[in-house]
């Protein structure tokens, strides 16, 4: 673990070394009907707020459609914010043209959930590697070709990879090549998307010890957006749960999974598949499917699907709450 796991800080709290603070992030995106008229709002992130700071892993966690990749997109300027602040070592980023945010993006990188989808496929890995290099620097070419090499040594593949294409590598080997890209700009902060995805488990391990070593020896901040529970409770300092685009639990990785708050929390961990031995929360199973993103029920969103529902939670949305130490979760009957 990086020492980011011995703060104790709230969500939201600013320290000195605060690398990203995200304020009351949103990301709207228009309903329409068959003639182009905007019927509604699909709130794929809303009021999403929380900071990271130098050198922990953050992990988001939740089921497909929560918003973690579209978190991940407009964080690095790939989707522009409907609202919300995006505040990247010092600088507010949120809004800016691409043009106005390359420089201050040129240390958040993002890496892909598909590899092979950020490499041209005809352009060999030497040229895939100068690119960033090209656009984002005026080094010369031997300049550029050294740190491609010492690069592509340092994620553990051999030099004689730059002259092959990316069909004619193997999927792990695309994800080092997709990391190697963007370690060639230098980055304080990288945005993982689902970065074990569709490998084999002994390719994960790899890959995993590989983020690790690459994290100390670049000193490097990530954050690990994955469904992967297992995974992210080895590797994440802290995490924070998001169901329907709001974080509905935030807190130290341990402390989450010993003690989950919020019944979306307690089903997903209840869900994770155990050979022998206790399951970590056997509360109850998660049922149903997420109700319609454009149209959310009143309240809390997930009284749909929630056992512990009550009237109230069809009033009022609960906000997070700070009752415990290390840990939030929006939920009104959370012990």
Known sequence: MSTAAAHAVTRTEVTEDTILDVRSLKKYFAIRNAWGHRTGWLKALDDVS???????ILGIVGESGCGKSTLGK??????QPSAGEIIFEGNDVAGLSPDAARDLRRHLQYSYQDPGASLDPRWKIRRSLHEPLVIHSRIGFDEREQRVRDI?????????????????ISGGQQRR????????????LVILDEPTSGLDVSVQATILNLFLDLQKQFNLTYLFISHDLSVVRMICDRIAVMYLGKVVEFGETETVFGHPRHPYTQSLLAA????????ITDTFLLEGEPPNPGDLPSGCRFRTRCPVARPRCAETEPALRADWP??????????
């Open 50 to 56: 929380f900071t990271v700071h130098k050198g922990e």
């Open 152 to 168: 592509l040594r340092a994620v553990g593949l051999p030099e004689g990879h730059l002259d092959l294409y990316p069909h004619e």
């Open 272 to 279: 994770i598949p155990q050979i022998g031995g206790r399951r």
């Open 74 to 79: 407009t964080l690095m300027g790939i989707h």
């Open 326 to 335: 290390n840990q939030e979760a929006a939920c009104f009957f959370a012990e």
């Open 177 to 188: 090549v997709g990391l190697a890209r963007i370690l060639t700009l230098q980055p304080s």
